[in-house]
Protein backbone atom coordinates (compact mmCIF):
# COMPACT_ATOMS: atom_id res chain seq x y z
CA UNK A 1 0.00 0.00 0.00
CA UNK A 2 1.41 3.48 -0.93
CA UNK A 3 -0.32 5.25 1.74
CA UNK A 4 0.83 4.52 4.96
CA UNK A 5 -0.42 5.56 8.41
CA UNK A 6 1.94 7.20 11.05
CA UNK A 7 3.10 3.33 12.14
CA UNK A 8 3.22 4.12 16.05
CA UNK A 9 0.44 5.29 18.00
CA UNK A 10 2.57 8.00 19.56
CA UNK A 11 4.89 9.69 17.03
CA UNK A 12 9.07 9.94 18.13
CA UNK A 13 8.26 13.62 19.04
CA UNK A 14 5.15 16.04 18.92
CA UNK A 15 4.88 18.54 15.76
CA UNK A 16 1.80 20.67 16.36
CA UNK A 17 1.57 22.71 12.92
CA UNK A 18 3.65 24.12 10.16
CA UNK A 19 5.18 27.68 11.33
CA UNK A 20 7.28 29.87 8.99
CA UNK A 21 9.30 29.84 5.97
CA UNK A 22 12.08 32.49 5.74
CA UNK A 23 12.83 33.39 2.03
CA UNK A 24 15.52 35.78 0.15
CA UNK A 25 15.04 37.85 -2.17
CA UNK A 26 16.73 40.74 -4.05
CA UNK A 27 14.74 43.81 -3.35
CA UNK A 28 13.56 43.99 0.18
CA UNK A 29 11.60 47.33 -0.59
CA UNK A 30 10.04 45.75 -3.18
CA UNK A 31 9.24 42.36 -1.15
CA UNK A 32 7.65 44.70 1.36
CA UNK A 33 5.39 46.41 -1.43
CA UNK A 34 3.93 43.21 -2.28
CA UNK A 35 3.61 41.41 0.47
CA UNK A 36 2.50 44.23 2.82
CA UNK A 37 1.19 46.94 0.72
CA UNK A 38 -0.80 44.26 -1.22
CA UNK A 39 -0.87 41.14 0.57
CA UNK A 40 -2.02 42.85 3.97
CA UNK A 41 0.59 40.89 5.74
CA UNK A 42 1.65 42.78 9.45
CA UNK A 43 5.27 43.35 10.10
CA UNK A 44 6.56 42.63 13.11
CA UNK A 45 9.97 43.77 12.92
CA UNK A 46 12.05 45.22 10.10
CA UNK A 47 15.96 45.86 9.75
CA UNK A 48 17.98 46.83 6.99
CA UNK A 49 17.85 43.26 5.84
CA UNK A 50 15.25 41.70 7.38
CA UNK A 51 11.61 41.69 7.29
CA UNK A 52 9.03 39.31 9.84
CA UNK A 53 5.77 39.03 8.68
CA UNK A 54 2.62 37.68 10.10
CA UNK A 55 -0.88 37.11 9.38
CA UNK A 56 -3.62 38.83 11.40
CA UNK A 57 -4.50 36.13 14.20
CA UNK A 58 -1.48 35.24 14.87
CA UNK A 59 0.27 35.58 18.07
CA UNK A 60 3.46 33.94 17.10
CA UNK A 61 6.09 36.77 16.07
CA UNK A 62 6.48 35.82 12.76
CA UNK A 63 5.40 33.16 9.90
CA UNK A 64 7.29 34.98 6.71
CA UNK A 65 10.79 35.96 6.91
CA UNK A 66 12.12 38.22 4.38
CA UNK A 67 15.89 38.03 4.00
CA UNK A 68 18.32 40.18 1.93
CA UNK A 69 20.06 37.79 -0.87
CA UNK A 70 21.73 38.23 -3.70
CA UNK A 71 19.44 35.62 -5.17
CA UNK A 72 16.38 34.02 -4.50
CA UNK A 73 15.84 31.23 -2.70
CA UNK A 74 14.08 29.38 0.22
CA UNK A 75 15.82 28.94 3.35
CA UNK A 76 13.89 26.58 6.00
CA UNK A 77 10.46 25.29 6.44
CA UNK A 78 9.80 25.90 10.44
CA UNK A 79 8.27 23.92 12.54
CA UNK A 80 6.07 24.62 16.34
CA UNK A 81 6.60 21.16 18.87
CA UNK A 82 4.58 20.59 21.75
CA UNK A 83 7.70 21.25 24.31
CA UNK A 84 11.44 21.81 25.21
CA UNK A 85 11.17 17.83 25.52
CA UNK A 86 9.89 17.09 21.98
CA UNK A 87 12.77 19.31 20.95
CA UNK A 88 15.29 17.19 22.28
CA UNK A 89 13.30 14.14 21.19
CA UNK A 90 13.44 15.28 17.34
CA UNK A 91 17.05 16.21 18.06
CA UNK A 92 17.50 12.45 19.05
CA UNK A 93 15.68 11.13 16.39
CA UNK A 94 17.24 12.78 13.47
CA UNK A 95 20.44 12.09 14.83
CA UNK A 96 19.49 8.50 15.34
CA UNK A 97 18.71 8.32 11.76
CA UNK A 98 21.99 9.75 10.36
CA UNK A 99 20.77 13.09 9.63
CA UNK A 100 22.59 16.80 10.56
CA UNK A 101 21.64 18.41 13.77
CA UNK A 102 22.88 21.62 14.97
CA UNK A 103 20.92 24.82 17.27
CA UNK A 104 21.74 27.56 15.38
CA UNK A 105 20.44 31.16 17.44
CA UNK A 106 16.89 32.64 15.30
CA UNK A 107 16.12 35.44 16.49
CA UNK A 108 12.59 35.90 17.98
CA UNK A 109 12.70 32.36 18.61
CA UNK A 110 13.89 30.14 21.61
CA UNK A 111 15.92 26.93 20.91
CA UNK A 112 15.75 25.91 16.79
CA UNK A 113 16.51 22.57 15.87
CA UNK A 114 17.80 22.83 12.68
CA UNK A 115 18.52 19.42 10.64
CA UNK A 116 17.37 18.17 6.85
CA UNK A 117 14.32 15.47 5.56
CA UNK A 118 15.27 12.40 4.08
CA UNK A 119 16.11 14.32 0.58
CA UNK A 120 18.30 17.49 2.25
CA UNK A 121 15.21 19.60 2.66
CA UNK A 122 15.85 22.24 5.92
CA UNK A 123 13.52 21.80 8.59
CA UNK A 124 13.73 23.20 11.74
CA UNK A 125 11.61 22.70 14.87
CA UNK A 126 11.39 24.99 17.91
CA UNK A 127 8.88 24.83 20.70
CA UNK A 128 8.73 29.07 21.80
CA UNK A 129 8.38 31.87 19.92
CA UNK A 130 8.12 35.49 21.20
CA UNK A 131 4.94 36.50 21.42
CA UNK A 132 3.16 39.56 19.97
CA UNK A 133 -0.23 41.35 19.67
CA UNK A 134 -3.23 39.60 18.27
CA UNK A 135 -4.47 42.43 15.42
CA UNK A 136 -7.64 39.79 14.57
CA UNK A 137 -10.22 42.74 15.91
CA UNK A 138 -8.63 45.58 15.02
CA UNK A 139 -10.28 45.84 11.92
CA UNK A 140 -9.42 49.28 10.89
CA UNK A 141 -5.73 47.55 10.52
CA UNK A 142 -6.70 44.89 7.91
CA UNK A 143 -5.53 45.36 4.19
CA UNK A 144 -5.63 43.22 1.04
CA UNK A 145 -6.12 39.90 1.34
CA UNK A 146 -6.65 39.48 4.92
CA UNK A 147 -4.45 36.88 5.61
CA UNK A 148 -5.19 35.65 8.94
CA UNK A 149 -2.13 32.96 9.06
CA UNK A 150 -0.21 30.52 7.37
CA UNK A 151 -1.67 26.96 6.82
CA UNK A 152 0.80 24.84 5.59
CA UNK A 153 3.76 24.67 2.72
CA UNK A 154 3.79 22.48 -0.57
CA UNK A 155 7.30 21.00 -1.80
CA UNK A 156 8.78 19.81 -5.17
CA UNK A 157 10.01 16.25 -4.39
CA UNK A 158 12.03 14.09 -6.52
CA UNK A 159 10.36 11.02 -4.78
CA UNK A 160 6.72 11.36 -2.91
CA UNK A 161 6.71 7.84 -1.89
CA UNK A 162 10.17 8.38 0.24
CA UNK A 163 9.02 12.07 1.55
CA UNK A 164 5.74 10.62 2.85
CA UNK A 165 7.16 7.60 4.06
CA UNK A 166 9.26 9.92 6.11
CA UNK A 167 6.90 12.38 7.37
CA UNK A 168 4.60 9.64 8.38
CA UNK A 169 7.42 7.96 10.33
CA UNK A 170 7.40 11.36 12.37
CA UNK A 171 3.54 11.67 12.78
CA UNK A 172 2.01 12.98 9.72
CA UNK A 173 -1.32 11.69 8.90
CA UNK A 174 -2.59 11.95 4.86
CA UNK A 175 -5.89 13.43 4.18
CA UNK A 176 -5.89 13.28 0.43
CA UNK A 177 -3.64 12.24 -2.62
CA UNK A 178 -2.79 11.52 -6.31
CA UNK A 179 -1.20 8.67 -7.64
CA UNK A 180 -0.87 7.22 -11.16
CA UNK A 181 -3.34 4.60 -13.32
CA UNK A 182 -0.90 1.87 -14.03
CA UNK A 183 -1.26 -1.76 -13.15
CA UNK A 184 1.00 -0.94 -9.66
CA UNK A 185 0.06 2.65 -8.55
CA UNK A 186 2.64 5.58 -8.01
CA UNK A 187 2.17 8.30 -5.70
CA UNK A 188 2.55 11.29 -7.08
CA UNK A 189 1.04 13.71 -4.97
CA UNK A 190 0.19 13.84 -1.07
CA UNK A 191 -1.22 16.32 1.59
CA UNK A 192 -0.74 15.44 5.00
CA UNK A 193 -1.32 16.83 8.39
CA UNK A 194 -0.27 17.46 12.05
CA UNK A 195 -2.59 20.36 13.11
CA UNK A 196 -6.27 18.88 12.17
CA UNK A 197 -6.98 20.54 8.62
CA UNK A 198 -6.16 19.08 5.28
CA UNK A 199 -2.47 19.63 5.14
CA UNK A 200 0.46 21.31 7.23
CA UNK A 201 2.33 19.85 4.45
CA UNK A 202 2.14 18.33 0.67
CA UNK A 203 4.43 17.15 -1.91
CA UNK A 204 4.03 17.36 -4.94
CA UNK A 205 6.59 15.12 -7.99
CA UNK A 206 8.95 17.25 -9.44
CA UNK A 207 12.58 18.67 -9.52
CA UNK A 208 13.40 18.54 -6.10
CA UNK A 209 13.42 19.68 -3.30
CA UNK A 210 12.28 22.93 -4.22
CA UNK A 211 9.57 24.82 -2.79
CA UNK A 212 6.61 25.24 -4.52
CA UNK A 213 4.40 27.64 -2.48
CA UNK A 214 3.78 29.17 1.18
CA UNK A 215 -0.49 28.53 1.74
CA UNK A 216 -2.13 31.44 3.60
CA UNK A 217 -5.25 31.31 5.12
CA UNK A 218 -8.33 33.94 4.43
CA UNK A 219 -11.36 33.82 6.35
CA UNK A 220 -13.38 33.38 2.99
CA UNK A 221 -13.18 33.65 -0.66
CA UNK A 222 -14.23 36.97 -0.43
CA UNK A 223 -11.32 37.93 0.60
CA UNK A 224 -9.67 36.54 -2.35
CA UNK A 225 -11.70 37.69 -4.70
CA UNK A 226 -11.30 41.51 -3.31
CA UNK A 227 -7.17 40.47 -3.53
CA UNK A 228 -8.24 39.75 -6.78
CA UNK A 229 -9.56 43.06 -7.88
CA UNK A 230 -6.91 44.71 -5.96
CA UNK A 231 -3.77 42.99 -7.58
CA UNK A 232 -5.82 43.45 -11.24
CA UNK A 233 -5.56 47.40 -11.10
CA UNK A 234 -2.13 48.01 -8.78
CA UNK A 235 0.18 46.75 -11.19
CA UNK A 236 0.46 43.17 -10.21
CA UNK A 237 -1.52 41.93 -12.84
CA UNK A 238 1.42 39.37 -14.04
CA UNK A 239 2.25 38.49 -9.84
CA UNK A 240 -1.55 36.52 -10.36
CA UNK A 241 -0.89 32.78 -11.90
CA UNK A 242 -3.10 30.85 -11.28
CA UNK A 243 -7.39 31.03 -10.20
CA UNK A 244 -8.94 32.23 -8.33
CA UNK A 245 -10.82 29.03 -7.82
CA UNK A 246 -11.67 25.82 -6.08
CA UNK A 247 -9.09 22.87 -5.75
CA UNK A 248 -10.55 19.15 -6.09
CA UNK A 249 -7.84 18.13 -3.39
CA UNK A 250 -8.88 19.65 -0.22
CA UNK A 251 -12.33 21.50 -1.19
CA UNK A 252 -10.36 24.69 -0.87
CA UNK A 253 -10.70 28.49 -2.48
CA UNK A 254 -7.28 29.27 -3.86
CA UNK A 255 -5.44 32.14 -5.62
CA UNK A 256 -1.64 31.51 -6.63
CA UNK A 257 0.60 34.69 -6.84
CA UNK A 258 4.21 35.20 -7.28
CA UNK A 259 6.21 37.39 -5.20
CA UNK A 260 8.25 40.27 -7.49
CA UNK A 261 11.07 37.01 -6.86
CA UNK A 262 8.93 34.41 -8.14
CA UNK A 263 8.31 32.49 -4.68
CA UNK A 264 5.05 31.52 -4.76
CA UNK A 265 2.22 32.43 -2.52
CA UNK A 266 -1.24 30.40 -2.51
CA UNK A 267 -4.66 32.61 -0.93
CA UNK A 268 -6.50 29.15 0.32
CA UNK A 269 -9.84 29.10 2.23
CA UNK A 270 -12.67 26.56 3.27
CA UNK A 271 -10.88 23.45 3.68
CA UNK A 272 -12.21 21.00 6.24
CA UNK A 273 -11.55 19.12 9.82
CA UNK A 274 -9.51 15.78 9.53
CA UNK A 275 -8.93 15.08 13.60
CA UNK A 276 -11.05 11.66 14.08
CA UNK A 277 -8.12 9.17 13.91
CA UNK A 278 -10.29 7.21 11.54
CA UNK A 279 -10.22 9.52 8.43
CA UNK A 280 -9.90 7.67 5.40
CA UNK A 281 -7.53 9.09 3.31
CA UNK A 282 -9.17 10.20 0.05
CA UNK A 283 -7.67 8.90 -3.54
CA UNK A 284 -7.02 11.07 -6.11
CA UNK A 285 -6.19 10.13 -9.89
CA UNK A 286 -3.53 12.34 -11.87
CA UNK A 287 -5.71 11.86 -15.16
CA UNK A 288 -8.85 13.66 -13.33
CA UNK A 289 -9.24 17.27 -14.24
CA UNK A 290 -11.35 17.86 -11.17
CA UNK A 291 -8.20 17.10 -8.63
CA UNK A 292 -6.47 20.47 -9.56
CA UNK A 293 -9.74 22.52 -10.10
CA UNK A 294 -13.03 21.42 -9.02
CA UNK A 295 -15.03 23.49 -11.69
CA UNK A 296 -12.13 21.60 -14.84
CA UNK A 297 -9.61 24.05 -15.15
CA UNK A 298 -6.07 22.78 -15.82
CA UNK A 299 -2.93 24.59 -14.56
CA UNK A 300 -0.61 26.69 -16.60
CA UNK A 301 2.62 24.77 -17.12
CA UNK A 302 5.02 26.87 -14.82
CA UNK A 303 2.97 25.46 -11.52
CA UNK A 304 4.42 22.10 -12.61
CA UNK A 305 7.64 23.34 -13.51
CA UNK A 306 8.30 26.94 -11.33
CA UNK A 307 9.70 26.47 -7.28
CA UNK A 308 12.02 27.88 -5.47
CA UNK A 309 15.54 26.47 -4.21
CA UNK A 310 16.39 25.68 -0.82
CA UNK A 311 19.99 27.53 -0.48
CA UNK A 312 22.54 24.99 -0.82
CA UNK A 313 20.63 22.24 -1.44
CA UNK A 314 20.91 20.00 -4.73
CA UNK A 315 17.84 19.55 -7.07
CA UNK A 316 17.30 15.66 -8.55
CA UNK A 317 15.14 14.62 -11.01
CA UNK A 318 12.42 13.24 -10.08
CA UNK A 319 11.72 9.32 -10.67
CA UNK A 320 8.91 9.41 -11.71
CA UNK A 321 7.81 10.48 -15.30
CA UNK A 322 3.75 10.91 -15.11
CA UNK A 323 2.56 13.75 -16.48
CA UNK A 324 -0.47 15.93 -14.95
CA UNK A 325 -2.99 17.70 -17.31
CA UNK A 326 -1.63 20.79 -18.41
CA UNK A 327 -3.12 24.21 -19.57
CA UNK A 328 -1.89 24.77 -23.15
FE1 LIG B 1 -1.52 24.81 -1.32
Known amino acids: MPIRRPPHPEPPFRIVRVSHVELGVRDLAAARAFYVDCLGLLVSNETADTLHLRG ?5 HHSIVLRKAREPHAAAIGFKVASEEDLDRAAFWFGRNNLPT ?14 ADVHGLPVDFYFRMEQVERML ?14 DHVNCFTPDVQASHDFYSEIGFRTTEYTETEDAGPKLWAVWMHRKGNVHDLAFTNGRGPRLHHVGMWTQSPLDILNLCDLMATSGYLPNMERGPGRHGISNAFFLYVRDPDGHRIELFASDYLTVDPDLEPIRWSLKDPQRQTLWGH ?14 GVPVREPALGAQPIVAR
Not at 56 to 60: A, F, I, S, T
Not at 102 to 114: A, D, K, N, W, Y
Not at 137 to 150: F, S, T, V, W
Open 298 to 311: PAPKSWFEEGSTFA
Open 56 to 60: LEERN
Open 102 to 115: SFPEIPHQGRTLRT
Open 137 to 150: QRYAAHRGGRIQRI
